[in-house]
Nanobody, 114 residues
Framework: VQLVESGGGLVQPGGSLRLSCVVSGFPFSEAIITWNRQAPGKAREWVAT???????MYPSSVKGRFTISRDNANTTVYLQMNSLKPEDTGVYYCAEAGSGSTTWGQGTQVTVSS
């Protein structure tokens, strides 16, 4: 299983970004994908999950602002992030957990600052 994230960058508070996670090496229809983030000096934090059947889940810290979605044709999972706050700053990682073990991508940096 391989995951490649992209789409990070610098954005002002209140702005938006869309992250992408391209999945390969595993049947995408069976993939359970999570997005997670890690701020400097802090533990890694879960921010979204997408199950193969279409169900999604978010923690309260991002619910209503972040949306996870799947593009089956391109084996890609997106994380649309709106109304970004400085505390959303961190390295964002996608991970796949449906294969029996968890595989992580390399991460993409998101910085929310004026």
């Amino acid at each position: 299983v391989q995951l490649v994230e992209s789409g990070g960058g610098l954005v002002q508070p209140g702005g938006s970004l869309r992250l992408s996670c391209v999945v390969s090496g595993f049947p995408f229809s069976e993939a359970i994908i999570t997005w997670n983030r890690q701020a400097p000096g802090k533990a890694r934090e879960w921010v979204a999950t997408s199950w193969p059947g279409g169900a999604t889940m978010y923690p309260s810290s991002v619910k209503g602002r972040f949306t996870i979605s799947r593009d089956n044709a391109n084996t890609t999972v997106y994380l649309q992030m709106n109304s970004l706050k400085p505390e959303d700053t961190g390295v964002y990682y996608c991970a796949e957990a449906g294969s029996g073990s968890t595989t992580w991508g390399q991460g993409t940096q998101v910085t929310v600052s004026s």
